[in-house]
C-alpha cells in the first residue's frame, strides 16, 4: 500500500534498527523470554543506538527531533522481527512526554542527559490495586512535612511496566484532598527515585503476553521526596494524565497495527513453507481468502495509524481521534491475529512460534490506556451523544 508518512532519513533509520535487531536482539531474545525482563546493560545499547534521545533537545545530549514518526517506525520493526525491547519502552513513549512538557529546566539539567545516555531508566506509576482505570480514585498520598522541604508519600501502584528496572518512577499521589465538585483535583506528579528509603519493588507480574516486560507491583512507606522532584504544579496532575494520553493511545494503536500486519507476513511465510495433501497451505483457497482479507484490514489500520501520526506530529490530533484510532487498530488486530494463528493449525499454539507470542501480547492492548469501552466513551461523547 502507497504511503507517504515516510520520508528518506525515515527509511535509514529504519535499515539501522533493523539490521540492530538482527544482531543484537533476535539472538537473545529467547534467554530474555524466559528470565522475564530484558537486561538492564541492554538499555545503554539501546541509548547508544540513539534511541532515548530522539525527542530529547540537543543541549540534553538529544536529536531535538520533534517526531513520533521515529516511534512508530519501532513499533513496525520491533513486531516485524517477532521481539521487543521489554520495559524501556514507557521511557521515551509515556515518560519523556511528561518530563519535555512540565520539568523545570533545573530538573531537566538533573535528568534528561541520564534518561537519553540510558543511566536513569524512567517508568510511570498511576494504576492503583483497587482503582483500575478510576484515576480519580485514587489513594497514594504524598503529604509535605512540617518544614515543606519533603512529601511523604504512601500508598501502592500496581501493573507498572519498567517498574522492576526503574531508576526514577514518575509517581501520580494526591497531595490534597478532592473537591466536592471535583474528584480530580488534588493528584500531583513526583518524580521518585526507586533508591529511598522506604520505596520497594514488590511481585514481578506474571502476565498472559508482553513476557520481556517486566511490570510490577510498588509499594511507598513514608517515602520522603524532596519537593524539587514535583513535576509541574501541585494538584494539577490529573489535567497533566489527560493531555499526554491522545499521544499514549496512538502509540498503543500503532503497535496494533503494526502487530496484525507482522501477523500477516508470519502466516504468509508459514503456509508457503508448510505441506498438507501433497501440497502448500497457502495453494488452498481458502488460505489465500483469509490472508487476502486479513491484509486488507491491515491495509485499513494503517491508513488509520498514519492519519493519527500525521495529526499527531502537527499538533492537532484529538482526544476523541486518538479513541478511534486505538479503538479501530485494536480490534483490528485482535481479528487479523486470531485469524492468523488458524492458520498456523496446532503450531500456532506452540510458543516457539511468533504468532503464538503475537497472540498472547495482543490482548492488551484493548484494555491499557484506556479499555475499548472507555473508547468508545469518549467517541461517543465527541459525537453529542
Not at 53 to 78: H, L, N, R, W
Not at 247 to 257: F, S, T
Request: one cysteine or more.
Amino acid at each position: 500500500m502507497r504511503r507517504t508518512v515516510f520520508n528518506e532519513d525515515h527509511e535509514a533509520f529504519r535499515e539501522t534498527l533493523r539490521e540492530f535487531l538482527a544482531a543484537e536482539v533476535v539472538p537473545n531474545y529467547d534467554e530474555w523470554l524466559h528470565a522475564g525482563e530484558v537486561p538492564r546493560e541492554f538499555y545503554k545499547k539501546l541509548a547508544e543506538l540513539g534511541l532515548f534521545g530522539i525527542e530529547v533537545p540537543e543541549e540534553y545530549g538529544g536529536a531535538g527531533i520533534d517526531s513520533f514518526k521515529f516511534a512508530a517506525i519501532q513499533y513496525e520493526e520491533t513486531t516485524r522481527a517477532g521481539v521487543s525491547f521489554g520495559g524501556s519502552g514507557v521511557h521515551v513513549a509515556l515518560c519523556l512526554p511528561y518530563l519535555l512538557k512540565l520539568a523545570t529546566a533545573e530538573q531537566k539539567q538533573r535528568w534528561l542527559p541520564s534518561f537519553v545516555s540510558g543511566d536513569m531508566m524512567f517508568a510511570i506509576a498511576m494504576t492503583e490495586p483497587g482503582t483500575g482505570s478510576d484515576l480519580a480514585g485514587m489513594s497514594t498520598t504524598a503529604k509535605l512535612t512540617e518544614d515543606g522541604k519533603h512529601y511523604v508519600l504512601n500508598g501502592a501502584k500496581t501493573f507498572i511496566t519498567g517498574g522492576v528496572l526503574a531508576d526514577r518512577v514518575i509517581v501520580c499521589a494526591r497531595t490534597s484532598p478532592a473537591k466536592p465538585d471535583d474528584r480530580r483535583f488534588g493528584i500531583s506528579l513526583l518524580v521518585v527515585d526507586t533508591k529511598l528509603p522506604g520505596y520497594s519493588v514488590g511481585r514481578k507480574l506474571d502476565k498472559l503476553g508482553l513476557k520481556t516486560s517486566d511490570t510490577a507491583e510498588l509499594a511507598f512507606q513514608d517515602v520522603l521526596v524532596p519537593v524539587e522532584d514535583l513535576l509541574g504544579e501541585e494538584n494539577k496532575g490529573f489535567s497533566y494524565l489527560g493531555q499526554n494520553l491522545p499521544q499514549e493511545r496512538l502509540g498503543i494503536a500503532y503497535g496494533a497495527y503494526a502487530q496484525a500486519a507482522a501477523a500477516v507476513e508470519f502466516a504468509k511465510q508459514y503456509t508457503l513453507e508448510r505441506k498438507v495433501f501433497g501440497q502448500s497451505v497457502a495453494s488452498f483457497q481458502n488460505t489465500k481468502f483469509e490472508l487476502a482479507a486479513c491484509q486488507a484490514e491491515v491495509d485499513a489500520a494503517q491508513a488509520v495509524a498514519d492519519r493519527a501520526l500525521e495529526a499527531l506530529d502537527a499538533g492537532e490530533l484529538t482526544a476523541a481521534e486518538a479513541a478511534s484510532a486505538k479503538l479501530f487498530c485494536t480490534e483490528v488486530a485482535h481479528r487479523v491475529i486470531d485469524r492468523c494463528l488458524q492458520l498456523h493449525g496446532g503450531y500456532g499454539f506452540i510458543n516457539e512460534y511468533p504468532i503464538a507470542r503475537l497472540y498472547a501480547d495482543n490482548r492488551v492492548n484493548r484494555i491499557y490506556g484506556g479499555t475499548s469501552e472507555v473508547m468508545k466513551m469518549i467517541i461517543a461523547k465527541d459525537m453529542g451523544l
